[in-house]
Nanobody, 118 residues
Framework: QVQLVESGGGLVQAGGSLRLSCAAS????????MGWYRQAPGKQRELVAS???????NYADSVKGRFTISRDNAKNTVFLQMNSLKPEDTAVYYC????????????WGQGTQVTVSS
């Protein structure tokens, strides 16, 4: 009933940029927090960045100053602009949205691969 679809991943050289998008569709009343997580091979999934419905943002220390999270509430979409990418940013990136209202819960995207070559 609620689906999150991600796009924008790919292969980029170190120092390059990518922009991830995640759009939610279905029976959505309201979206509270939105976030991006990533999981590298052999590692646990970790929070990259999050943004509240009021626009407050939070970033992992490893991406501060390089990544920017934003949202378009009218389109139920969250973005992650990634600049100055490093090989250690290589991972599968997942978006997450916390829904409130008629449909409640935490929903995840299918994941998009980001690979940064040195």
């Amino acid at each position: 009933q609620v689906q999150l679809v991600e796009s924008g991943g790919g292969l980029v050289q170190a120092g390059g940029s990518l922009r991830l998008s995640c759009a939610a569709s279905g029976m959505i009343s309201r979206i509270n927090d939105m976030g991006w997580y990533r999981q590298a091979p052999g590692k646990q999934r970790e929070l990259v960045a999050s943004i509240t419905s009021g626009g407050n943002t939070n970033y992992a220390d490893s991406v501060k100053g390089r990544f920017t999270i934003s949202r378009d509430n009218a389109k139920n979409t969250v973005f992650l602009q990634m600049n100055s990418l490093k090989p250690e940013d290589t991972a599968v990136y997942y978006c997450n949205m916390v829904l409130i209202g008629l449909i409640r819960g935490s929903y995840w995207g299918q994941g998009t691969q980001v690979t940064v070559s040195s």
